[in-house]
């Protein structure tokens, strides 16, 4: 296993990895038997319109994968199996929970922060360009980008960026670390949750954890609930954002590079170009480590002309659903500046789909946009196949990415 303070993949000698625009997916079709890593038969659910069934069916939810009676799903222990997580919660109990978040991450709310956040990027333009090319932008963009963002939403100030990708990579490991290793990372992560909560229960201020607090002061959710939200929407805060603008990058670095000059133009290519890029390129490798988003079915339901009987657990293939050719190209080459012909299913849908989208969106539309325009002459310093990239956790993206101008 990985020391705890390399990153995950920072081994020599790994074999190269396909960058993630680069991967092949599954060629979507019905409903198919396959099994989990554990060894537990999962149905692969890949089209475009059956995914979005299951995501938003009430007959297949989360909660029920974290029954007395489920089958094991994962080999090690991870952030996304607290049951108790508004992840895994469904029905009135998860809208409860949701609603006392949602108002910060409203379409209205993000625009909001857009003139501060564009300030950010620009701040960290400043800096990048001072230290001078070569450089690694990973470590001088792409990372410090959303932990500032979600330092501020959260009012937690100087967030130690490196400490939160540990605790991040622990959180989101799916072979990368032993458990006893995630268990030790995920107390410290938890602990700071704590000491977080009761700062602003000593001092509220004007952010989303004091917001929270307000909300569970009636008794709405337990204290293990709030802590483990705070912490999941910190790593939620900024684990989309980094891991969607490096592999984003790493296309429009190279094989993309076309496109560099008209995303430098004005806001709304980059707007049309982030969500193309959301859509066709992955947060994660399904093949290597999770098929998809799972559900368990609470009763027979028939998804694709497949009828699913009660109990079985089902993965959601989101990448392939947005690879769906009945519904997408997936030429990035000439519909990088497109109109989606139907909403992306990278965020997920219905019940659980991801409160920090539209900061998300918001946040890859001004890096790609200022980037460009202040580095016109942005381009890789090494070969694709010589990226490190992060490994084995359910998100990849590079843990370095050397450029030049």
Not at 5 to 26: E, F, I, V
Not at 375 to 399: A, F, H, Q, V, Y
Request: aromatic letters at 4%.
């Amino acid at each position: 296993m990985p020391a705890q303070n390399s990153a995950p993949g920072a081994a020599t000698g790994t074999a190269p990895l396909p960058p993630m625009h680069c991967l092949r997916h599954a060629e979507p079709g019905p409903p198919r038997l396959a099994a989990l890593r554990t060894g537990t038969p999962v149905w692969l659910v890949s089209r475009h319109a059956d995914v979005r069934q299951v995501l938003t069916d009430p007959r297949l939810n989360r909660s029920a994968l974290y029954a007395t009676d489920a089958p094991p799903v994962t080999l090690a222990p991870n952030i996304l199996d607290d049951p108790q997580s508004m992840l895994n919660i469904d029905g009135t109990d998860h809208q409860r929970l949701r609603r006392t978040v949602q108002r910060a991450f409203t379409p209205r709310a993000i625009a909001r922060w857009r003139p501060w956040v564009a300030s950010v990027v620009e701040s960290l333009i400043d800096e990048l360009i001072d230290a001078g090319s070569p450089a690694d932008i990973v470590d001088a963009y792409t990372r410090p980008l959303p932990v500032a963002v979600i330092s501020r939403l959260m009012g937690v100030d100087n967030l130690d960026s490196k400490r939160i990708g540990h605790w991040s990579d622990h959180a989101l490991s799916a072979t990368a670390y032993s458990a006893e290793e995630i268990a030790t990372a995920m107390g410290e992560f938890y602990a700071f949750g704590t000491q977080v909560i009761a700062e602003r229960r000593t001092d509220p201020g004007d952010d989303l954890v004091s917001s929270l607090i307000t909300a569970a002061a009636d008794g709405s959710m337990t204290e293990e609930q709030l802590v483990t939200l705070v912490i999941g929407l910190v790593i939620a805060g900024h684990e989309t954002t980094m891991t969607s603008l490096g592999n984003a990058l790493v296309y429009l670095l190279e094989d993309g590079r076309d496109a560099w000059s008209r995303l430098a133009a004005d806001e709304a290519s980059a707007s049309a170009a982030t969500e193309q890029l959301l859509r066709r390129v992955p947060l994660g490798d399904n093949t290597e480590h999770m098929p998809g988003l799972l559900r368990r079915a609470v009763e027979e339901v028939e998804i694709g002309g497949v009828l699913i009987p009660a109990g079985s657990v089902v993965a959601a293939d989101t990448a392939a659903a947005n690879h769906d050719p009945d519904v997408f190209t997936s030429d990035l080459l000439t519909e990088l500046f497109s109109p989606l012909a139907a909403p992306s299913l990278t965020f997920g849908a219905g019940p659980h789909h991801c409160l920090g989208a539209w900061l998300a969106r918001m946040e890859l539309e001004l890096a790609l946009h200022r980037l460009a325009r202040r580095l016109p002459s942005l381009r890789l310093d090494e070969p694709m196949k010589d990226i490190d990239w992060r490994r084995g956790l359910l998100t990849r993206s590079p843990n370095a990415l050397r450029v030049t101008w």
